[in-house]
């Protein structure tokens, strides 16, 4: 059998505490490898929680929230036909408005603590993920209930403590957190 690297944690380094993430590159390389080539970059060191909402999820992720108050928070992403890496099959390019396709291939629900694709429909994932609080099964791109489809990435394997913590911060009626929680940076382990 050839021998199997194991998948990446990387460390979210927030103003709340750190937590860390197991990255799913063995089952979910296309969305795993854009992740991974963002943190590399630096593109999520500086950014904001823009949307928290208890009970649901945590979002994060948009280049405008490096001012956690910025309007246009929740609408950006990488930039347009910019490079990221596939783990074990190379470069690929993100289309014209920055996104990679959807990767509905495998079965991994949104439970609690789980790392999934934010998006605005049919192959518009960029940058912006969110981390699931409670098992939001509705949102699998499996389930049919609601058209609602995330592909989950990663899970979080410490610091759930730190992730109920930015769960519970008051919040605005845009869902954004009164007092800013920022990411200081995130890395790979």
Known sequence: HRF?????????QTS???FE???YSDKMPVTAGNFLSLVKEGFY??????????DFMLQFGCPNSKNPKHPAN??????????YEIPGKGPAKRDGSGSIPDEHTAKISNEP??????????????SQFFVNTV??????WFDRSTESQHPVFGKVVSGMDVVKAIEGVPTDQN???????????VKVK
Request: glycine share 14%; proline share 11%.
């Open 16 to 18: 709340k505490g750190n």
């Open 175 to 185: 869902d954004n957190p009164l007092q800013p929680v920022a990411m200081i940076s």
């Open 4 to 12: 199997k690297m194991a998948n990446p944690i990387v460390v979210f």
């Open 21 to 23: 993430a197991e990255i």
């Open 45 to 54: 060191d500086g950014l904001h929680f823009h949307r928290v909402i208890k």
């Open 113 to 126: 603590g789980t790392l999934s694709m934010a998006n605005a429909g049919p192959n518009s994932g960029g």
């Open 74 to 83: 929740g609408t950006g992403g990488p930039p347009p036909n910019s490079a």
């Open 135 to 140: 098992h939001n099964a509705f949102l699998d």
